[in-house]
């Protein structure tokens, strides 16, 4: 079992930043990918990034790209998604999870473990 918590999350004015972070316990958290996904209101569940578990590979979804980074200290078992320049179409509650995929996965199906989401909420 990997238990993941997120926090980070708030409300922010577009064009702000914000750094969700994705502690990690149980297994450990070096074997396993990590991923971020959102989900707004009325809208499913969306790939955000992705990151394998060393580091070396990372995906992203076309409408984050330049913006947010994804990584992960696998020391501190913690996973980081960086958003820059937030604009409201990024509101939703995001959810980081681990997978065994390698490499890692886009698809929710494939991450056996998730966090209980952070709200992020970006104002225009």
């Known amino acids: 079992q990997v238990q993941l918590v997120e926090s980070g999350g708030g409300l922010v004015q577009a064009g702000g930043s914000l750094r969700l972070s994705c502690a990690a316990s149980?297994?450990?958290?070096?074997?396993?990918?990590m991923g971020w996904f959102r989900q707004a209101p009325g809208k499913e569940r969306e790939f955000v990034a992705a990151i394998s578990w060393g580091s070396a590979i990372t995906y992203y979804t076309d409408s984050v790209k330049g913006r947010f980074t994804i990584s992960r200290d696998n020391a501190k078992n913690t996973g980081f998604l960086q958003m820059n320049s937030l604009q409201p179409e990024d509101t939703a509650v995001y959810y980081c999870a681990a997978s065994g995929s390698r490499p890692p996965s886009k698809l929710s199906k494939d991450y056996g473990y998730w966090g209980q989401g952070t709200q992020v909420t970006v104002s225009s």
């Open positions: 149980g297994r450990t958290f070096s074997n396993y990918a």
